[in-house]
């Protein structure tokens, strides 16, 4: 009766953190600018050295959140900077597609 008591505690409190550590809206962010790389791509505005350059971008945000995410808590202050990088990697995603160079 102990063991299921705890277990069921266990449960409970994981699903607590997990929750308290969900990030839908930089997850969200994350797709949309994965979204606008590729129609870069497609289009040709993108070369495969922008292109190249801005998966890094990418690589390093989810980075960041994975380590904001790492004690079960995203503090305010971790939503902040993963959202002024967000910003950052947004604008050279515009900058790189609207660069002239193309691959076509």
Do not use: C
Request: glycine fraction near 6%.
């Amino acid at each position: 009766m102990l063991k299921v008591v705890f277990g069921i505690t266990a449960i409970t409190l994981g699903f607590a953190v997990s929750s308290y550590a969900d990030t839908p809206r930089i997850d969200n962010r994350e797709a949309k600018q994965e979204q606008r790389i590729d129609q870069g791509i497609r289009s040709g505005a993108l070369t495969p050295k922008e292109e190249a350059k801005l998966d890094a971008g990418q690589v390093k945000v989810e980075r960041m959140e994975e380590r904001a995410k790492a004690d079960g808590t995203v503090t305010q202050h971790e939503r902040k900077r993963i959202n002024r990088v967000q910003n950052e990697q947004s604008q050279k995603i515009h900058d790189m597609k609207h660069n002239g160079a193309h691959t076509h």
